[in-house]
């Protein structure tokens, strides 16, 4: 390997004020920031891999016995 790049782009502290805009859903944003913020603390919690894609897990090989199905009582339907 001979050279490693890292880039980022429009970073500014998370102290900054942001300019609102009319064109904007700042609840949105905010909830997005509230769900980036629990996805970092679960990372740095439990590791980077903690919270991924399902996609990119693969295929687990996953029993298929049946035991996904649930029989419930009888009674609960009379």
Known sequence: ???VTV???DLVPQSQ???LSFFV?????DRLKK???AVENIRGRFG???VTYATLLGD??????GRHKVKMPGLMYQ
């Open 48 to 50: 980077k891999r903690a």
């Open 1 to 3: 390997m001979r050279a």
């Open 7 to 9: 880039r980022a782009i």
């Open 17 to 19: 004020p942001d300019q």
């Open 35 to 37: 769900v980036e913020d």
């Open 25 to 29: 859903d700042n609840n949105r944003l």
């Open 60 to 65: 687990l090989k996953m029993p298929d016995d």
